[in-house]
């Protein structure tokens, strides 16, 4: 199974700054890799696919960037509604593999 | 606009088997390039992905619980059915269906998102 570590666990910020989350990939998986955000008690939402492709209805204040085994996720301008968890995940083979996530607080 | 929605029983029995259904509108489980997948997650973790089913009923299930995990699909109503046999305390959590999408280049086919999700239900096991 295709390996996908996130860092760091854990990010403090304040609003109005910038945050870059990390997902390394144990092999390489192209492009295929998506970045999801979740809140507490509800589903993730999409925000990035391709790697680098927004989402339609997301803000362009998430991109993301990367390829083969690093992958990098950026909110610029941090809103208070970005606050929460974000997961990484890959579709290069099945089993399709979550990062453990890293969660961004105030 | 699709839309998804699990339902199921909310408790179920150690070593019993749970029937998860998801309920899918704004797309034809048919056509190319679509698919249902399963996922869940434990309180505190990341999402755990289960298995999922293809537009020619093709399915993938996770390796370590390919032994417990079967997927079908009812394409009369819409609904695609995750039982897993042998339930333990190990598969609590919040169970979710999504929509996947998958694209083809020369003449391979590659899942690209899973970008809508249902609300997800939750499974605690206790007898």
């Known amino acids: 199974d295709i390996q996908l570590t996130q860092s760091p666990s854990y990010v403090s910020a304040s609003v109005g700054e910038s945050v870059t989350i990390t997902c390394r990939a144990s092999?390489?998986?192209?492009?295929?890799l998506v970045w999801y955000q979740q809140k507490p008690g509800h589903a993730p939402k999409l925000l990035i696919y391709?790697?680098?492709t927004l989402q339609s209805g997301v803000s362009s204040r998430f991109s993301g960037s990367g390829s083969r085994r690093e992958f990098t996720l950026t909110i610029v301008r941090l809103q208070p509604d970005d606050f929460a968890s974000y997961f990484c995940?890959?579709?290069?083979?099945?089993?399709?593999?979550f990062g453990q996530g890293t969660r961004v607080e105030i | 606009q699709i839309t998804l929605r699990e339902s199921g029983p909310t408790v179920v029995k150690p070593a019993e088997t749970v029937t998860l259904t998801c309920t899918f509108s704004?797309?034809?489980?048919?056509?190319?390039?679509?698919?249902v997948a399963w996922m869940r997650q434990a309180p505190g973790k990341a999402p755990e992905w289960l298995g999922m089913?293809?537009?020619?009923?093709?399915?993938r299930y996770s390796k370590s619980l390919r032994s417990r995990l079967t997927i079908t699909r009812d394409i009369s109503n819409h609904q695609v059915v995750l039982t897993v046999t042998n339930v333990g305390l190990d598969d609590r959590g919040t169970y979710f269906c999504?929509?996947?999408?998958?694209?083809?280049?020369?003449?391979?086919?590659?899942?690209?998102?899973?970008?809508?999700w249902g609300p997800g239900t939750p499974v605690t096991v206790s007898s």
């Open positions: 999504a929509h996947s999408e998958s694209g083809n280049t020369h003449g391979m086919w590659y899942v690209i998102r899973f970008a809508s």
């Open positions: 704004g797309f034809s489980l048919t056509a190319p390039g679509e698919g």
């Open positions: 089913i293809y537009w020619d009923d093709d399915k």
């Open positions: 092999e390489d998986i192209s492009s295929s």
């Open positions: 391709s790697a680098s």
């Open positions: 995940q890959q579709f290069r083979s099945s089993p399709y593999t």
